[in-house]
Nanobody
């Protein structure tokens, strides 16, 4: 399995922006579709966004579409999540995940590797 490490989470004011990164190692990064999930306190983990192996296809949860952008740099073995116009309801631990599929979706069972998470807190 590929190993994943997220970074970039911090406290930010509502309306602000953050870019999360997910560094992969141990396997060929371009062999994996990638995704971002998040878990808010007291809630189940939920899908945020996904990107195909090539980066040409992306999917977003309705709640973040138009504000968040998922991308990847296969040469740097890194996935990104650019988050703009952040809202207090975006507060959560954000996880990156890797799937052996060409493109994965919102189901957690599609992903075989997970990072440890990075905390994003949005203050009002």
């Amino acid at each position: 399995q590929v190993q994943l490490v997220e970074s970039g989470g911090r406290l930010v004011q509502a309306g602000g922006s953050l870019r999360l990164s997910c560094a992969a190692s141990g396997r060929t990064f371009s062999d994996y579709a990638m995704g971002w999930f998040r878990q808010a306190p007291g809630k189940e983990r939920e899908f945020v966004a996904a990107i195909s192996r090539s980066g040409r296809t992306t999917y977003y949860a309705t709640s973040v579409k138009g504000r968040f952008t998922i991308s990847r740099d296969n040469a740097k073995n890194t996935e990104y999540l650019q988050m703009n116009n952040l809202k207090p309801e975006d507060t959560a631990v954000y996880y990156c995940a890797a799937s052996p599929k060409v493109i994965a979706g919102r189901a957690e069972y599609e992903y075989e590797s997970w990072g440890q998470g990075t905390q994003v807190t949005v203050s009002s």
